[in-house]
């Protein structure tokens, strides 16, 4: 078990997750029923206000929160207590963050901030808003640094020696992190602060945009690595076989450095500032994020193949009945993975120009997001807090906390499968996202929309209701697993970090080597960004007063 002072830090990061995931979930399920015309919100509240909420406490807070606490478990498993000076980086980087997330959500709920999850200009919010968000990152960048510093005090220890994969994962994806959100940084330093406080008239809103989409599509992937971490480090161990390749995994980090920037564009291909050959050159190298994904799949194929035939299957598909399907900490993962096929499928499909069109703002969207970022990602964290907390608490993770973790991954699955469905099909015949209920006045072309049994906002009220009792299950078994379930006295009872063993003799050297990654990935970010920005600061339209549209 690691240091008492590093769980505790942990814990405190799980705590916010979960009351974000709280908050967050009860605002979905009430769009569920607003869509669904079956609730009025009352005047004081709006729904552009919750979707808000929901947005960024699901999206930005209990993601990030929850990362910080598998990392800072991970980093020191892997690398050791953390030192003092890394432990009081840690809890500032913490308290900061914090700071800041409480700032913009009583911004949210005070109604000054009903500008969504991506607050484009030139809506505009609360100048405090958009502080709370700077001061938000910049707790993650010290966090971050912390556990930088960490990293580096082990390599000084252990010259010529290659880091852990955990730590190599997460170095990986703090980088990404770091440089990501310079993007953001600047928009909301720069563009949105001034104008909120009044010190400049107008925003422009292009650029904003861009600088926006520069930091939000690398956010998807620092969702997704640490998925990603458990998927390559932890589920081997559950399996009983080692790491696959050292080597691949840690080309496949290194590659979604390179890939998961300099794309932003194909979030804006709708957009009249851009010219077609930027968007292109952006798509193409959106489509270099496949190579990656599917080392990653391949990977987990052979893990799961591998450990079957262990076991002693055979033929092509034998190894399927000897995974370990009554451990709910693999089941829950292999099911996130499992949504992710069809996820990663339509991220492709989104990217596409020419079907980007068809779907691009309807319903469609919210299906997709939900089954990549709501699902694989949100289900293997599930799957890594039915044995996180237990860990860091002590505490028993008791066979009836078991059964009742499967109930909830199986609703939860069954509540996404009916909901992000009717989405997808909802928004392929035209309904758009981020409306309250909207039959267009009754007219029949709107109506056709929703009357099919799939394609109706009942099934997706349906699917939401279900998701929401799932969400509640999860909160029970976390406030049981950090609070009230018995202290594991026996040896037998205590629960395991999983980290799977992996070799290290055939890796490459420089594949160690930072400066040759952030080298290339700058060197990328530039081709793919310095004329089109430069040319929207250049000749920069009038520009846009801010407006509060609520
Ligand atoms: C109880 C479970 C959930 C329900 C019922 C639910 C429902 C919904 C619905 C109906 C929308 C679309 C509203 C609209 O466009 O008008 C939405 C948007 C969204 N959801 Fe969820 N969701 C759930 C869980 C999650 C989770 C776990 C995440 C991420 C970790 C998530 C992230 C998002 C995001 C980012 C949006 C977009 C907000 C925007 O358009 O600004 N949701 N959700
Ligand atoms: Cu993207």
């Known amino acids: 078990m690691i240091a008492l002072q590093d769980r505790k830090l942990a814990l405190w990061y799980i705590g916010v997750a979960y009351i974000a995931f709280l908050i967050g979930t009860l605002m979905g399920l009430l769009q569920v029923f607003i869509r669904n015309d079956q609730l009025e919100l009352p005047a004081w509240l709006d729904y552009y206000q919750i979707l808000t909420a929901h947005g960024v406490l699901l999206a930005l807070i209990y993601t990030t ?21 890394v432990k009081l980086v840690s809890w500032i ?21 009903s500008v969504l999850y991506t607050f484009y200009a030139p809506m505009m919010a609360n100048g405090w808003y958009y502080v709370g968000l700077a001061l938000f990152v910049v707790g993650t960048w010290i966090s971050s640094f912390a556990l930088i510093g960490h990293y580096r005090v082990w390599r000084k220890n252990n010259k010529g020696q290659f880091s ?27 563009q949105y602060i001034p104008l909120a406080f009044g010190w400049t008239d107008t925003i422009n809103v292009e650029l904003s945009r861009s600088l926006f989409w520069y930091f939000g599509h690398p956010l998807v992937y620092f969702w997704l690595l640490p998925a990603y971490i458990a998927w390559y480090v932890i589920v081997p161990k559950l399996l009983n076989v080692p790491v696959f390749s ?21 979030h804006q291909l709708t957009e009249p500032g851009i010219s077609n050959f ?28 591998i450990s079957g035939r262990k076991k002693g299957a055979t033929g092509l598909f034998g190894w399927f009945t000897k995974l370990p399907w009554r451990d709910v900490r693999f089941t829950s993962i292999f099911i996130a993975m499992a949504f992710f096929i ?17 779907v691009h703002n309807t319903l469609w969207i919210v299906g997709h997001f939900h089954i990549t970022v709501g699902t694989p990602v949100a289900m293997t964290f599930m799957g890594l807090t039915f044995w ?44 758009p996202r981020r409306t309250a209920y909207s039959n267009y006045n009754g007219h029949p072309s709107a109506l056709e929309w929703f009357d099919g049994i799939l394609t109706s906002h009942t099934t997706m009220a349906v699917g939401g209701s279900i998701l929401f009792l799932s969400a509640m299950i999860l909160i029970y078994i976390v406030v049981m697993s950090m609070f009230i379930s018995p202290k594991a006295l026996k040896v037998e009872d205590q629960v395991e970090f999983p980290m799977a063993e992996s070799d290290k003799t055939h890796t ?3 594949l160690e080597n930072w400066w040759i990654w952030i080298g290339i990935a700058f060197a990328l970010i530039i081709i793919a960004y310095a004329i089109p920005l430069s040319s929207m600061i250049m000749h920069a339209p009038p520009g846009s007063e801010g407006f509060k549209t609520w």
């Open 388 to 431: 996180l907390i237990p860990y860091l608490t002590g505490r028993k993770f008791t066979k009836s906390m078991q059964k009742l973790a499967f109930v909830q991954i199986i609703t939860w699955s069954i509540g996404m499968l009916l909901m992000s469905t009717s989405q997808h099909i909802l928004g392929l015949l035209g309904a």
């Open 342 to 358: 069809p996820g990663g499928a339509g991220g492709i499909i989104n990217a596409s120009f020419q079907l980007n069109e068809v």
């Open 278 to 305: 930027w968007k292109f050159l952006q798509v193409a190298l959106t489509f270099m994020v496949i190579i990656p994904s599917l080392m990653t799949a391949f990977t987990m194929f052979a893990n799961f193949e």
């Open 93 to 113: 980087g913490f308290w900061v963050t914090l700071v800041g997330t409480v700032m913009a959500t009583v911004l949210i709920v005070a109604g000054e901030a």
């Open 164 to 190: 852990p994969l955990f730590a190599f994962m997460t170095i990986t994806t703090l980088i990404m992190w770091l440089i990501a959100c310079l993007g953001v940084v600047a928009t909301v330093l720069f």
């Open 508 to 510: 490459p050297k420089w």
């Open 246 to 266: 050292d080597s691949l995994a840690r080309l496949a980090f290194v590659l979604f450095i390179l890939f998961s920037i300099p794309v932003g564009f194909h």
């Open 65 to 85: 929160f929850f990362i910080f606490a598998f990392f800072v478990t991970g980093m020191s498993k892997s690398l050791g207590t953390f030192g003092p000076k």
